[in-house]
């Protein structure tokens, strides 16, 4: 007896390889028989509710043997789902997420189920809420503002901040990578001077930590203070600790504009220097400059990489706009000392100019691609949405002075969207075959305080309706793989990430001709279309666009 059957659907394994009709059994929540079904019994909706049991064949790896029949007619479970011949899929995995910042907040994560998403991977771009060194813990609160959700921090180390999400209960799966730049302020502060060699023995330790309390890399935010300030051989020296227990090192590049293939060179050097993978975080192209160009030469130099043995990767999210904090337009010296110290040379006129100018230089000509994604204050409200030069005209300022008003207003607690990367390059850059899908997002509720991203909701779905269904960048298996088996298998989760015997039951079952990434700018907290049923761990967790309540989520560490 096995406590739940999901029968009759089009299986899509997580390989890449093509789909096959069949049904999967669940037991404790893990997959524990896989069935393959002769496809002429079962091409009509409602004709295979049976399992032809003497057509029925193991689906286990290739040279696949018939199953006994006794044993497949005998297949019952406390469940039986029918598929009605719609696709069954391993769970979703968000190998890029900010999601450390809300589990705590939002355990139920409706922004990660409703969309398939059944593993998450939180600590990106720089940022995780451990380490914790109390002296500077209000420098954390800081960097972390607008994220971060708690009024405190559950631990000094990392596993204090897994235990505590593991107390709380949760419903995605997840695991995190340690944040560089959470690790260069507990070693020293919003400092942009070059580590001395005891600061860098404190982040290495603050590494090693980690790495034992089961991170499955270090992350760095290089656009963002503190991490910014590092060098390339302070990234080096600190990836290289990692070696020993398998990390790796995901970045979030210095540039990704006019220097986009210097950065990308900057990270294979980190990794051959340290001798770790390297994972690319949300490759993209965002200046006019370098479309159709950067992304060609950046992709070229990984694939070169590789050829010559070198483990790189990327990631990416499925949109031309980005989101981030607004205050990243303001340049980044001005940002030592953290927000407060910002704040206070704003307030200098003769500093305010010469952030001013440099903001002016750098952003000649492309203001009208930044618009106000989310104010945090009431009181700004209907600044969202606007772009930058419109809010400079309606306030009679330029567009620098328009966009540190907005920053000092909401005190550095504000989001822009960024009109910045083409289309042509999105699906260059998708088509490759060891690219990833992340979101960039957050696990948020749909009545989620602040604007989002529709990334935040609709990511995945969005691969798979628009750049699967409409534009037929990759098929469906390529797609799925995408975000399920090559995500499990550059992690090293040997238990997730495909539908196998002996995997966790993290499943999704979709109507493909229905989906729909329903997200967007104008209404991101809304669920998808066309995702029918989300399985974690076995336990159903998400149905037809509504949350379950399920919290049947795990915390993963890395093993190694
Ligand atoms: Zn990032």
New binding site residues.
């Given amino acids: 007896m096995y406590d739940l059957i999901i029968r009759n659907c089009r299986i899509v394994d997580g390989t890449g390889q093509p789909w096959y009709r069949g049904s999967v059994a669940v037991k404790a929540g893990k997959i524990v028989k896989v069935v393959r079904e002769n496809d002429e019994h079962s091409d009509r909706e409602g004709e295979s509710s049976e399992i032809s049991s003497e057509n029925a064949i193991l689906a286990a790896d290739s040279g696949a043997e018939p199953t006994g029949a006794a044993e497949a007619a005998e297949m019952t479970a406390l469940q039986i789902v029918d598929g009605h011949d719609h696709y069954l899929a391993p769970g979703f995995i968000d190998i890029h997420s900010h999601s450390d910042c809300k589990i705590l907040a939002y355990p139920t994560g409706e922004s990660r189920i409703l969309q398939g998403v059944t593993t998450e991977i939180g600590g ?2 720089g940022m995780s809420p451990f380490p914790v060194n109390p002296r500077y813990e209000e420098e954390l609160s800081g960097y972390l503002r607008g994220w971060w959700e708690e009024d405190t921090f559950p631990g000094r180390r990392m596993s204090d901040f897994l235990k505590a999400v593991e107390e709380k209960g949760h419903s995605v799966n997840f695991g995190a990578l340690v944040g560089h730049g959470s690790v260069r302020l507990a070693a020293m502060g919003f400092s942009d001077q070059k580590a001395d060699a005891g600061q860098m023995a404190a982040m290495k330790d603050y590494v090693k930590e980690a790495m034992e309390d089961g991170a499955f890399g270090m992350s760095s ?1 290089l656009i963002y203070p503190p991490g910014t300030y590092a060098d390339t051989d302070e990234l080096a020296e600190l990836s290289a600790v990692m070696k020993p227990y398998g990390g790796m090192y995901v970045t ?1 590049m210095r540039n990704e504009g006019l220097q986009l293939v210097e950065s990308v060179r900057e990270a294979l050097e980190i990794g051959k220097r340290s001798g770790v993978a390297v994972e690319i ?2 490759h993209k192209a965002t200046r006019k400059e370098v479309w159709h160009t950067g992304c060609r030469e950046t992709i070229a130099m990984m694939k070169e990489a590789r050829a010559n043995g070198q483990d790189v990767t990327f990631d990416q999210y499925p949109y031309t706009a980005s989101s981030t904090g607004m205050d990243c337009n303001i340049p980044s010296w001005a940002f030592e000392g953290g927000v407060d110290a910002l704040l206070k040379r704003l307030e200098d006129p003769e500093l305010k100019k010469k952030i001013c100018t440099q903001m002016e230089e750098s952003h000649r000509g492309r203001w009208d691609e930044i618009h106000v994604g989310d104010a945090a204050s009431r009181e700004n409200a209907w600044t969202i949405g606007k772009s930058i030069p419109e809010l400079a005209q309606i306030w009679n300022i330029t567009p620098e002075e328009a966009c540190i008003r907005l920053v000092v207003k909401e005190r550095g607690d504000v989001k822009e969207i960024h009109y910045g990367m083409c289309d042509d390059d999105v699906e260059y850059i998708m088509s490759q075959d060891f690219g990833m899908i992340g979101s ?1 997002g957050e696990g948020v509720p749909l009545d989620f305080h602040g604007m989002v991203h529709p990334r935040y909701f609709g990511a995945f779905t969005r691969v798979l309706a628009h750049y699967c269904r409409e534009r037929k960048l990759f098929s469906l298996e390529t797609a799925v793989r995408k975000m399920t088996g090559l995500t499990a298998q550059r992690l090293g989760l040997e238990d997730r990430g495909l539908i196998r015997e002996g995997m966790w039951a993290d499943l999704v079952l979709f109507d493909f001709d229905q989906l729909e990434s329903t997200p967007d700018f104008q209404n991101p907290k809304v669920p998808s279309k066309g995702i029918e049923k989300v399985y974690v761990n076995g336990i159903l967790t998400a149905e037809n666009g509504r949350h379950t309540g399920a919290m049947a989520g795990m915390v993963l560490r890395r093993k190694g």
Avoid: Q, R
């Fill in positions: 990106n771009c935010g979030h975080s949300h960039d």
